[in-house]
């Protein structure tokens, strides 16, 4: 799934490319990924519209239309979002097209039907996509190591499954959870209740700083995007936690084992991430 990083690389290339748009028509293939309203009032209420700007909020995107109208949608695990000339084929999978001013269309494609669009019109509150339940962003400076020991000092679940908690921090997914454990020599299986100040404080440090990484690591252009079909990232070359099991760790050169963790695969270094005493 597209953690915080992928999604705002997807907002950087596809903002440029719609802002100013206006909306011509709609052709929703798939209601399935219509979460809200119906599809058939979502067709008419978009059309028209003109877009302003395009927000990122832990793992969700939204489109700001002229009215004051907005459309959420998040990617889950296998959405592609593309603006393609009206001529190109249009892909297997595709179950949103937007047809803009420009000529272009904005495509949603999705292998697994996962993903989902909701249109709120202006001052209608967001209460079904999830957004209003998402703790701080990784780099909002409420994120403290006051604010993490205050919210998880006393659970006994692993800090692995507290770092995928979205209501706790948004946007940190498999992927970032491992890589901001290892910065802080964190084993993922730790409780949070057993964690030392210095660990919080290490996490504090380590979050925002890891998915600046991320964000800074997934910068393309907008060809190399769209040669990707907006699913290939560049974080994969450069990580070193995620997916290196039976690889060399890249600080003591020890090798790197997996666990699992709240049911999610675990990349750590047995030396430079020591689990704590039973």
């Keep these: 799934m597209p953690e915080l990083p992928e999604v705002e690389t997807v907002r950087k290339i596809i903002e440029p490319q719609i802002c100013g748009q206006r909306i011509i028509s709609v052709l929703a293939v798939n209601p399935q990924i219509i979460a809200y309203p119906d599809t058939e009032r979502f ?29 959420c949608l998040h990617l889950r695990m296998t959405g592609q979002l593309l603006v393609l000339r009206a001529d190109e084929p249009v892909e297997k999978h595709t179950h949103l097209n937007i047809s803009l001013s420009s000529g272009n269309q904005l ?29 701080p962003e990784p780099a909002d400076p ?61 996490l504090a440090k380590k979050i925002p700083e890891i998915i600046l990484w991320g964000i800074e690591a997934n910068e393309m252009t907008p060809d190399e995007y769209l040669a990707g079909k907006g699913r290939d990232y560049r974080e994969m070359s450069g990580l070193r936690a995620y997916g290196r099991t039976g690889q060399p760790c890249a600080v003591c050169g020890g090798t790197m084992e997996k666990t699992t963790v709240c049911g999610r695969t675990s990349c750590f270094c047995p030396n430079c991430q020591k689990k704590p005493p039973c």
């Design 142 to 202: 409420v994120l403290t190591s006051v604010y993490l020991k205050e919210k998880l000092g006393r659970s006994n679940r692993p800090i692995k499954g507290a770092l995928l908690d979205q209501t706790v921090i948004a946007g940190i997914g498999n992927i970032y959870s491992d890589e901001i454990l290892f910065a802080a020599g964190i084993y993922p299986g730790t409780k949070c209740s057993a964690l030392a100040d210095s660990d919080w404080e290490h």
């Design 43 to 71: 067709t008419v209420l978009i059309q028209g519209k003109t877009v302003i700007k395009m927000s990122l909020r832990g793992k969700f995107l939204t489109i700001h239309f002229n009215n004051g109208d907005r459309l």
């Design 107 to 135: 495509r949603y494609i999705d292998v697994r039907r996962f993903g989902r669009f909701w249109y709120f019109q202006n001052g209608e509150a967001d209460v079904i996509s999830g957004q209003s339940l998402l703790g």
